[in-house]
């Protein structure tokens, strides 16, 4: 049996039934774009869709552990879970509990054709704009997303999203880069974005560009190593104290020796470009190298052996997540953690 469905975005899609699960059939995409907040601002276009599709092949190669707090509350849903996976990369969480249905989506184009390759259930798809209907899910999950777009209006746009897509009573994980990184010398790593920048940003919700007190450009460095996570995540409505989104969370309960971010380098700031190495025999790959160093959209770094591109990163601060979930008149907060440099939550949906 088939089922026509048109979401609130008015984007068209099958849903068919393929024993008991559901199967999404994408028709036809149609991303509406009648406010600042849907309209992608230009940094995005260039320092996340445009090195993310560059960079697809070797990025995906480097995406293959699985963070345990992620796997367990994927594990914890119930048999036959309808499981969204808003920014799903390379699709590493796709299917990893057997016992749910997945479906993912991703702005990059060439990394949701990896995942085609794999015969996951995969659409190109816009964050603040997901293509699908309202309940239409289980349960959501957002790792690593919400830290690339770059005002907060766009941000609070694809929470707003995640628990729309979802049931009455389903959950929505979202995890971002936290500001209070473990090791505090790489953000000192990281290049600040100066004023220039601000002009590439729209709407309202635009981030207040802070010039670090000194001029200096950081030299660009290879990413770290991905972030892995720490213990597993138990009880997780049992052991969680559900609090109102509606008030102002208090800190999270950290250990005093979290690190700041303050102590060196540049204490208020909270955009930057992270840099991406891609080794000049992977580059040979795409065009999209050579377009890119032609635009000066990347750079050669002969001493590494590589094409050097810069991703835009709106790193974290500590109850900045909380606050911009605050307000949610469909949500409640059911826990909130910091895990392994980055800050997380689960919400759940309540109307």
């Known amino acids: 049996m088939n089922e026509v469905g048109i979401d609130s975005g008015s984007s068209l899609h099958i849903v068919e039934s393929v024993g008991e699960a559901p199967v999404l059939r994408p028709v036809s995409v149609r991303a509406k774009c009648s406010s600042n907040v849907q309209s992608t601002p230009e940094i995005e276009k260039k320092y996340v869709h445009g090195v993310y599709d560059a960079i697809a092949p070797h990025f995906s190669s480097t995406r293959f552990a699985k963070w345990p707090k992620v796997s367990a509350f994927l594990s914890s849903l119930s048999p036959g879970s309808l499981i969204l996976d808003a920014g799903c990369g390379n699709g590493k969480y796709l299917g990893l509990n057997p016992d749910c249905f997945f479906i993912g989506c991703d702005i990059s184009a060439?990394?949701?054709?990896?995942?085609?390759?794999?015969?996951?259930?995969?659409?190109?798809?816009?964050?603040?704009?997901?293509?699908?209907?309202?309940?239409?899910?289980?349960?959501?999950?957002?790792?690593?997303?919400?830290?690339?777009?770059?005002?907060?209006?766009?941000?609070?746009?694809?929470?707003?999203?995640?628990?729309?897509?979802?049931?009455?009573?389903?959950?929505?994980?979202?995890?971002?880069?936290?500001?209070?990184?473990?090791?505090?010398?790489?953000?000192?790593?990281?290049?600040?974005?100066?004023?220039?920048?601000?002009e590439e940003w729209i709407g309202?919700?635009?981030?207040?560009?802070?010039?670090?007190?000194?001029?200096?450009?950081?030299?660009?460095?290879?990413?770290?190593?991905?972030n892995s996570a720490g213990e597993q995540l138990k009880g997780l409505h049992a052991n969680s104290a559900k609090v109102k989104s509606a008030e102002v969370m208090q800190p999270t309960s950290l250990d005093h020796s979290l690190p700041t971010g303050s102590e060196k380098g540049y204490p208020e700031q909270q955009e930057f470009f992270v840099p991406w190495h891609l080794p000049?025999?992977?580059?040979?790959?795409?065009?999209?190298?050579?377009?890119?160093?032609?635009?000066?959209?990347?750079?050669k770094d002969d001493k590494k052996g590589s094409v050097v591109y810069n991703r835009y990163y709106h790193v974290f601060s500590e109850g900045e997540l909380e606050r911009l979930v605050s307000g949610l008149d469909n949500a409640i907060l059911v826990d909130r953690f910091y895990d392994k440099s980055n800050w997380c939550i689960i919400l759940e949906k309540t109307l």
């Open 110 to 198: 060439a990394l949701i054709n990896i995942c085609a390759d794999k015969e996951q259930e995969v659409l190109v798809a816009d964050a603040v704009n997901l293509p699908y209907r309202t309940g239409y899910g289980d349960a959501a999950i957002s790792i690593a997303v919400l830290h690339h777009l770059s005002t907060e209006s766009r941000r609070r746009k694809a929470v707003e999203e995640l628990v729309r897509v979802v049931k009455k009573g389903g959950c929505v994980l979202i995890t971002v880069w936290a500001r209070e990184q473990e090791d505090s010398s790489l953000i000192e790593k990281w290049t600040p974005l100066n004023q220039r920048y601000v």
């Open 204 to 226: 309202p919700g635009s981030p207040r560009v802070r010039n670090p007190s000194s001029p200096r450009i950081l030299e660009s460095i290879p990413e770290a190593e991905e």
């Open 280 to 299: 000049y025999h992977r580059a040979e790959v795409s065009g999209a190298s050579a377009v890119a160093l032609a635009s000066g959209l990347a750079k």
